[in-house]
């Protein structure tokens, strides 16, 4: 069976993965930036945006781990840009350049239909018109027996959780508050939902916990 | 200014203060005792329960410092014990048997009236009837020129971030998941009202932040 994973998700300490006012200059909300000082400190994230260097500690093997093993990624709309409504034409093709991260395919949630992108690197888009189950089988045919991974944000998580089909979730919790925003787990009943935590590491810069299935 | 604060409160990575399903036998509810590993390990909690030894590290550090320069303490009712409705009669005396860890004023939140109770070394539980603003003024005199704390529970700890009065807290964030129970921030825009982290440590048990006034 394809394993379903959300890893590297952050939320600060009253709960939130994005702060208020989401735009095009602030893609996580007001504060929002504060909540991965854990990750860009990296090894892992410096070798992703052509640094060389970066931290080795608890932070680090997290992030390595981050797209370990992964065959296919879905994240929602808002998470793959700022564009709202109709797509007005092809010139959004995501916030990483023409080389992304993710090296595979991934689903795009969103209500209004586009043609596949296909970048370099092996990273190619498509964009699911209907809905969260049609993109995970989706997901998991093209993961080819490797892994599923969430990517977010905050919404896409949440549905995911809610229809019971997350297996493992990597939550980093960092030292910030953020009042306002969308909160990650309110009305989510992880406990219910089969999950505990099977594994902990602190580090300065975060919380890191693993919750599982039981 | 006599300055009000929250110390050692301790919530799960999905924010409860207290799990559900409170009792006499679990008055933290299912899961809530786990809340403070942090804290049951430390030198400060074990000589407060009569044992010797325990750790010294950064839990230790924060234990530690729970209970300095406090001069009054302000309590809900349902954390002093578990009687409910109509005081029987005088026989419940808290949780923390003859000389309880206090040793100065604790104004109980309470609906229904009772005599002050005084406990051996120094603690006496004063019962307040007329609501939350009132046991602030009282607990700011009894203080006398000491901090006045909140020592909980979810729901006493929320009235007073709500009234805008708490200056400095002291939260500890565990690793383990509650599923459902008392949320401590739910709908409280911390940001708002004016608190901010001022300082973080993590230890191997918890993510130990403190919030002040900005």
New interface residues.
């Given amino acids: 069976m394809t394993k379903v994973s959300v890893r590297g998700f952050t939320i600060s ?3 939130f993965g994005a702060g208020p006012d989401q735009s095009q200059e602030e893609p996580l909300g007001k ?1 929002g930036e504060d909540l991965h000082r854990w990750l860009v400190g990296t090894r892992t994230f410096h070798a992703m945006t052509g640094k060389g260097g970066g931290s080795t500690g608890v932070d680090e093997s997290y992030a390595a781990r981050h797209m370990d093993g992964i065959g296919a990624y879905i994240m929602g709309r808002n998470m793959f840009g700022p564009v709202r409504g109709l797509w007005p034409d092809e010139s959004w093709k995501g916030w990483w350049g023409d080389n992304p991260p993710y090296h595979a395919p991934v689903f795009v949630l969103t209500h209004h239909p586009r043609a596949s992108v296909e970048m370099a690197g092996g990273t190619t888009f498509h964009f699911v018109t209907d809905g969260i189950e049609s993109a995970l089988r989706q997901a998991k045919a093209a993961a080819n027996g490797r892994g599923v991974q969430i990517g977010g944000g905050v919404s896409t998580v949440r549905q995911c959780l809610q229809a019971g089909v997350v297996d493992e979730m990597h ?1 980093a ?1 960092s ?6 925003g969308e ?1 990650l ?2 009305g ?5 939902l089969g ?3 099977r594994e ?1 590491t ?3 810069n ?2 890191h ?1 693993v ?1 599982a299935r039981r």
Same sequence: chains 1, 2.
Avoid: F, T
């Avoid at 030292?175 to 306002?180: D, E, S």
């Avoid at 989510?188 to 219910?192: G, T």
């Fill in positions: 300490v009253d709960g504060g939550l919790i030292p910030i508050v953020l009042g306002r909160a787990l309110a989510i009943d992880l406990s219910a999950l505990a935590v902990h602190a580090s300065e975060a919380l916990v919750l």
